[in-house]
């Protein structure tokens, strides 16, 4: 019984660690993007690699980069984002004179790297407080990290391209770009 009760805990873990996302699959969703799954492997490898080095170097880290920071970095990084798709959505055609929107594209190799950076700042402190705490062993963090994170991306894309975008419709950037720098302050105030 050790084993489902160290099984349920590395969920939970995973789960709680990936609710942001959640609302990144659902902001890519809401603007009408499919999020590809090479992406969100390419974003959940950087998540299991912070994973990893929180589990490893979390004493080295929590000493040097508070709580507060890695959050205010991570916020940073999916508010830039945001304000980066915003901006393709709507600066950039005005400044070309193009009388129709762009299509939206799906987030490339770049995008999704910068993706799994701001939402792996997080990950670092779950590891390193799972591990530390003998609550769950590292293997167990790392994959239930790994797996909540791809199925939530997965998740909120789904319902994003689905029952959202249709509620949403032309609003659907702006609404993207909100959902992005909710998770954003979100990171940024651990709240």
Known sequence: MDWLRTAVTADLIGLAANFDNWGVGLAYGVAGIRFPHRINALVNTVGLGSVLLGAYGGDLVSRRVPPAVAGLVACGVLVSVALLYLYQMYVRPRRAHRTAPPVSAPPGPRQGLLLGVGLSFTNVANGFGATVSAAVPLWGVAAAVTFWGYAMIWLGNRLGTGVAARVVGAWSPAVAAA???????????GA
Do not use: C, K, Q, R
């Not at 992005?180 to 105030?189: D, N, R, S, Y």
């Open 179 to 189: 959902v992005l720098i909710g998770v954003g302050v979100h990171e940024a105030t």
